[in-house]
């Protein structure tokens, strides 16, 4: 229990000191063992201490008995996001030490942006949590979250993130938003690789990217077929060396440039060419860029769209103050939680057994992360 204190120990308790009947660190806990048992709400967190008030004695104080649903929701109103978005990666970090995760971030790193809909108030006028978020293909885990106003100030809160993460040895991929020629020198003085896509948001870099891989011969030229849902997309990728003395080296280290090009037949032989994609990276060219390319795209598969179908973020109404930005959080604390359990069963499964199993629950959070 020691171990998850010390993270949690940089927040700031936000409440009054007066007629604090709770200890800030259970209600913490607690809505992290509600939430990975299936809570969605600040009522069911209440729900659920009551309904485990005897088993949740054993790990909490719970001096003045369950918090209300009052309580949790005040509480994450005003906790600072910005002091628990560090503390969650913090989390990740303790994951690593506690020798759980493979090579933990030696790997490749997602950067993609979210949308908590159910967030926005019409009637205030107000939008609804965007949300960047950092996910490690290579150990399934989400290394962290910084949250933004709206979708146009990913720009800005993505070198937040690469601020807070370790990303030496990492390659590092994000769609065009963040092609801009500060993320790309903060990714290599952090240690990192980047390959990013380009479009038309960089639109002389675009044209030269196209000269390039319409005039030039490519170093690599890989062909894949993958057959799924009813359906053939057959995937080139051809990657080119990128001459600076010949096409300008306003980008950092830029070595290659990669063309992808899609076509998908269904079973009925209808064929549709999908657009060509560019992206550039610092890497020498080699022949697994398709690879990373393909990857990116977990952070939606393997994230945004479990976060959506089993925590069902998307409908989550807290809108007020900070309650929106902190509860996703303790999502993905819960999320990465349930990832390193490898035992057999769904998400959805592991979070109803864990509500309805004690020894399981304590399973869970007594291998992964040491809590008890």
């Known amino acids: 229990m020691q171990e998850i204190k010390q993270i949690f120990k940089p927040l700031k308790d936000p409440r009054s000191p007066r007629n604090k009947r709770h200890k800030f660190f259970d209600i913490m806990i607690l809505s992290i063992l509600a939430v990975l048992s299936g809570a969605e709400s600040y009522e069911d967190i209440e729900l659920f201490g ?32 910005e002091e628990f978005e560090k503390c969650f990666i913090e989390f990740a970090e303790y994951l690593k030490s506690a020798s759980i995760l493979k090579d933990h971030l030696k790997d490749h790193i997602a950067i993609d942006g979210k949308t908590c809909r159910g967030s926005r108030d019409t009637f205030k006028s107000k939008g609804p949590l965007h949300s960047v978020h950092a996910w490690s293909v290579g150990n399934s885990l989400c290394l962290g979250q910084v949250s933004c106003k709206d979708k146009t100030n990913e720009i800005t809160n993505i070198p937040k993130l690469i ?7 990492c390659v590092v991929t994000i769609d065009a938003i963040g092609t801009q020629t500060a ?6 003085l952090k240690g990192g690789d980047y390959i990013l896509a380009v479009k038309a948001n960089q639109p002389s870099l675009l044209q030269k990217v196209h000269t390039i891989c319409e005039t030039a011969i490519p170093d690599f030229d890989s062909t894949s077929v993958e057959k799924n849902r009813g359906r053939i997309e057959t995937r080139r990728v051809e990657v080119f060396k990128y001459n600076s003395k010949v096409h300008g080296s306003h980008w950092k280290y830029l070595n290659s440039v990669i063309k992808v090009s899609s076509t998908r037949e269904t079973l009925d032989n209808k064929s ?65 939680i349930l990832k390193k359990d490898t035992r057999k069963g769904s998400l959805k499964g592991k979070r109803l057994k864990a509500g309805w199993n004690n020894k399981y629950l304590l399973e869970l959070l007594g291998t992964y992360t040491r809590l008890f």
């Open 50 to 81: 009551n309904e485990k008030k005897d088993f949740l004695k054993k790990i909490l104080e719970l001096r003045n008995g369950i918090p209300s649903h009052d309580t949790i929701n005040r509480l994450f109103q005003q906790l600072n996001p």
């Open 163 to 169: 601020d807070m993460l370790d990303i030496k040895d």
């Open 183 to 188: 993320i790309v020198e903060q990714i290599l």
């Open 272 to 336: 549709t060419k999908e657009a060509d994609r560019y992206y550039i990276s610092n890497l020498e060219p080699r022949n697994d860029f398709g690879t990373f390319i393909r990857s990116h795209w977990e952070v939606e598969n393997k994230l945004h769209w479990v976060l959506d179908m089993t925590f069902r973020e998307d409908a989550c109404r807290k809108r007020t103050k900070h309650a929106t930005a902190n509860f996703a959080l303790v999502r993905k604390m819960t999320l990465n």
